[in-house]
């Protein structure tokens, strides 16, 4: 069955330029993660969504990140005013049930390089 | 602060050979661990998880090993294959947020 989509794959983006990466989930899966990951470094957590609810931002490392899921399936990560240090892979993972104590089933991922 | 970290960054083992990658925390309120495995280019792919009840768990070809006196993680591959090559996270669930340590890499050598 498809898996978690992302696009696009990568993104080159001139610094003070806004961004919009989109997360397809697995078809039903309630919960939805967005996570930004350096290079050589593990997934940092940025924000979770239930369905269309966003129930936890606390990662999202300034106002200038934006994640929205308004119709508890796609989601769209924005930044706005990029910078050369919003430069990573941004993940997105879906789970089936309402916590994140269930396996999370990871996209391939934006690679963002802001020059 | 509290947080889940590897031992060893860089892991070479011979084709055939058993591999073994070591993760501690330090959260003692974590009750769930997760073991991923990500390939160059690709997300991180579940491999394994255990609670806190359990000692042990065994998949196909792997087992993890979790000490809750020591706080350490284990995750143990069997016969390693040249396709196991990655970088392996291990990842702690004290409530409703993975917290992923920095990873392992992982080189299989024919």
């Known amino acids: 069955g498809a898996g978690v989509s992302q696009s696009p794959r990568y993104k080159v983006a001139k610094r003070g330029q806004d961004v919009a990466l989109r997360c397809d989930p697995i078809s039903g899966h309630v919960s939805l993660f967005w996570y930004q990951q350096a290079l050589g470094q593990g997934p940092e957590f940025l924000t979770y969504f239930q369905n269309e609810a966003q129930l936890d931002k606390s990662g999202l490392p300034s106002d200038r990140f934006f994640a929205e899921r308004p119709e508890g399936s796609v989601s769209t990560l924005k930044i706005q005013r990029t910078q050369q240090e919003d430069s990573a892979v941004y993940l997105c993972?879906?789970?089936?049930?309402?916590?994140?104590?269930?396996?999370?089933?990871f996209g391939a991922g934006t690679r963002l390089s802001v020059l | 602060g509290e947080s889940v970290g590897l031992h060893l960054p860089t892991l070479s083992v011979q084709e055939g050979d058993n591999s073994i990658i070591n993760c501690a925390y330090s959260n003692s309120a974590s009750d769930y661990f997760i073991w991923y495995k990500q390939e160059s280019g690709k997300g991180p792919q579940f491999i394994i998880d255990?609670?806190?009840?359990?000692d042990k768990r065994q998949g196909q070809r792997v087992t993890v090993l979790l000490n809750k006196t020591v706080k350490h993680l284990s995750l143990q591959i069997a016969a390693t294959q040249p396709g196991d090559s990655a970088v392996y996270f291990c990842?702690?669930?004290?409530?409703?947020?993975?917290?992923f340590g920095r990873g392992t890499s992982l080189i299989v050598h024919p």
């Open positions: 255990i609670r806190s009840n359990m």
């Open positions: 993972a879906s789970s089936l049930a309402g916590n994140a104590k269930n396996i999370q089933y």
């Open positions: 990842a702690e669930n004290p409530a409703s947020i993975p917290t």
